[in-house]
Nanobody
Framework: QLQLVESGGDVVQPGESLRLSCLAS????????IGWSRQVPGKEREGVAC???????YYADSVKDRLTISVDHATNTIYLQILNLKPEDTGVYYC????????????????WGQGTQVLVSS
């Protein structure tokens, strides 16, 4: 079964940047919704970034100017670059994968990592 392991979460100050990584245990070619979701305290989990099988990228409206998702299929690694971090970005970020492209930006992916914590605080 596919396993996902995130890393890169940290304590940062507002305005700083982070790059989160997610290593998949096997090839993710053939998974057509590859993305990141997050759990912000007091809110529902939300999909924030997704890349589909044809390479199209999608972002939640609330963050789309600050996030970039990318995939390195050679190393089975998924990345999320977050610029200009804000306190409201604090939360747990999950790497998510599904074979169904329609899962993009939803909370219903088949595979989830264990999450990596991001804390934005001055």
């Amino acid at each position: 079964q596919l396993q996902l392991v995130e890393s890169g979460g940290d304590v940062v100050q507002p305005g700083e940047s982070l790059r989160l990584s997610c290593l998949a245990s096997e090839s993710i070619t053939g998974y057509y919704a590859i993305g990141w979701s997050r759990q912000v305290p007091g809110k529902e989990r939300e999909g924030v970034a997704c890349i589909t099988g044809d390479g199209s990228t999608y972002y939640a409206d609330s963050v789309k100017d600050r996030l970039t998702i990318s995939v390195d299929h050679a190393t089975n690694t998924i990345y999320l670059q977050i610029l200009n971090l804000k306190p409201e970005d604090t939360g747990v970020y999950y790497c998510v994968v599904d074979r169904d492209e329609r899962r993009c930006l939803t909370a219903y992916y088949a595979y989830w990592g264990q999450g990596t914590q991001v804390l934005v605080s001055s």
